[in-house]
């Protein structure tokens, strides 16, 4: 089946450093990929997606490009913030059945920003 | 704009009681999920709905029922909770059918304690 591996926090930063989240996925077929973000007591929300090989997702000063030949959807930012703290999750949306598409993610990488 | 709204924020129960955690999305979408988040394990799917008059079983669904109430209401029933329910609950949305590229829209979470 589909799964999504992503590095093991926690990420510890001072601020402006450079950020690298790698994660690399299974799936049967083309699927789109998405990195979500989870800031304490909130739920999961969007930080960005590619929707096919080659693509670029970009947001807020992160990136994640779609790698078919190396099956992976790293995140990136040139400088990280204290407000950047949060939990990443990296996922990934397939057809499962008829035509429902099915998310898939990874279990969470915990960033946090020191001053 | 209200999105995806959860109640209780909060719930502690005592083994063998039963509760319902709601979610009402005001997004006019044809899909809704059900979600538990555990440290180390990310987020398991536990039902879906597709749409509305539907719902199906996700990764974990033994110990819950569901019922999607009309379009914008799905509810999450514990019938017996057991310590191991012990979680934060999130209930998320999307368009639906077709909707590869579309990002699930979560609300804030349900804390769940089972003693």
């Known amino acids: 089946g589909d799964s999504v591996t992503q590095m093991e926090g926690p990420v510890t930063l001072s601020e402006e450093a450079f950020l690298t989240i790698n994660c690399t996925y299974t799936?049967?077929?083309?699927?789109?990929l998405f990195w979500y973000v989870q800031y304490p007591g909130e739920g999961l929300q969007l930080l960005l997606k590619?929707?096919?090989?080659?693509d670029k997702g970009s947001n807020k000063g992160f990136e994640a490009t779609y790698r078919k030949e190396t099956t992976s959807f790293h995140l990136e930012k040139g400088s990280v913030q204290v407000s950047d703290s949060a939990v990443y999750f990296c996922?990934?949306?397939?057809?499962?059945?008829?035509?429902?598409?099915?998310?898939?993610f990874g279990k969470g990488t915990l960033l946090t920003v020191n001053p | 704009n209200a999105g995806v709204t959860q109640t209780p924020k909060f719930q502690v129960l005592k083994t063998g009681q039963s509760m319902t955690l709601q979610c009402a999305q005001d997004?006019?979408?044809?899909?809704m999920y059900w979600y538990r988040q555990d440290p180390g394990m990310g987020l398991r799917l536990i039902y879906y709905?597709?749409?509305?008059?539907?719902?199906d079983k996700g990764e974990v669904p033994n110990g819950y029922n569901v019922s999607r109430l009309n379009k914008r209401e799905f509810s999450l029933r514990l019938e017996s909770a057991a310590p191991s329910q012990t979680s934060v609950y999130f209930c998320?949305?999307?368009?639906?059918?077709?909707?590869?590229?579309?990002?699930?829209?979560f609300g804030n979470g349900t804390r769940l304690t089972v003693t």
């Open positions: 590619a929707t096919k090989a080659d």
């Open positions: 997004m006019n979408h044809n899909s």
């Open positions: 998320a949305s999307n368009p639906g059918q077709g909707a590869r590229n579309s990002p699930l829209h």
């Open positions: 996922a990934l949306s397939e057809l499962s059945g008829g035509s429902n598409y099915k998310l898939t």
């Open positions: 709905s597709a749409s509305e008059g539907t719902t």
């Open positions: 799936a049967t077929g083309y699927p789109s």
